[in-house]
């Protein structure tokens, strides 16, 4: 792979890096600032709830790495799979990860030393529970990035142009006068899964979920669109699960759609 390229994939993963980093700082002065106004400040409940934010932050940062490796590294695997390069290009993701990982782990670290010690035993089930999470999201980010580098992928042209001169007429493709858009099933089949989600909303017909109802709409727009842009499809789909969780009754319409944008690497 192009020494440049790699380069601007690991800056890109340690940007983001920084910023899941802040986010993460935030989430956790606001637990302190709790712990400290009700007095619990220097206990193993505060301990336990600061890793909460780690635990959250470890799986987004998961889903940028793939969702930028998808983007940008793994068309190159569809032209250089004969190359040296496409070892290279498969494995990126993963190492990007686990640079990002152990600056994660030793940030988590710091923040689970008490002040004036102690709370050895759960500080310990504390770690070894932040363990298991990293290493199951680096398993899934593994085993997501070996699927999409081994799953061949044609060229996809976007139109096609066919002329018929009969009933009993061979067909000509390149030239002609009717022309067919090649769409993706899998990106379809989103949009209709997306539908359906929204029909599941309306059928609840709660004024609470308008806004949710807009964001699905947003996604359901991008996914149709001749290019979607990934990232913010990404983000709109994002945006749905944050709020789809409290609403039991359109789970299982979220639940296809969580589905499709996980085979898509949308999530």
Do not use: C
């Amino acid at each position: 792979m192009d020494s440049d390229v790699a380069a601007t994939f690991r800056n890109l993963v340690a940007s983001e890096l920084q910023n899941e980093l802040g986010r993460i700082h935030a989430a956790v002065g606001q637990i302190n600032g709790a712990a400290a106004a009700k007095g619990y400040f220097d206990s193993g409940r505060r301990i336990v709830q600061v890793s909460g934010p780690f635990v959250e932050g470890i799986q987004r940062h998961r889903e940028f790495v793939f969702r930028a490796w998808a983007d940008y590294l793994r068309p190159r695997l569809l032209v250089q799979q004969q190359n040296a390069d496409a070892g290279i290009i498969a494995t990126a993701a993963t190492d990007a990860f686990d640079e990002s990982i152990a600056a994660i782990q030793r940030r988590h670290h710091e923040v689970l030393q008490s002040p004036r010690g102690g709370f050895e035993s759960a500080v310990r089930s504390v770690q070894d529970s932040f363990a298991a999470k990293v290493s199951t999201e680096r398993s899934l980010l593994a085993a997501n990035t070996k699927l999409y580098a081994t799953t061949p992928t044609p060229p996809v042209h976007p139109h096609i142009n066919v002329t018929t001169t009969g009933a009993n007429s061979p067909v000509n493709v390149g030239s002609g006068t009717q022309t067919q858009s090649v769409v993706t099933v899998d990106m379809r089949g989103l949009v209709e899964a997306l539908d359906k989600l929204v029909a599941a909303i309306d059928q609840r017909g709660s004024s609470d979920t308008a806004e949710l109802r807009e964001v699905v709409v947003a996604a359901m727009d991008e996914a149709g669109k001749r290019t979607p842009n990934r990232l913010k499809l990404a983000s709109y789909l994002g945006g749905v699960a944050s709020g789809v969780h409290t609403v039991a009754a359109i789970e299982p319409a979220w639940q296809v759609v969580k589905k499709i944008a996980e085979s898509l690497g949308l999530m």
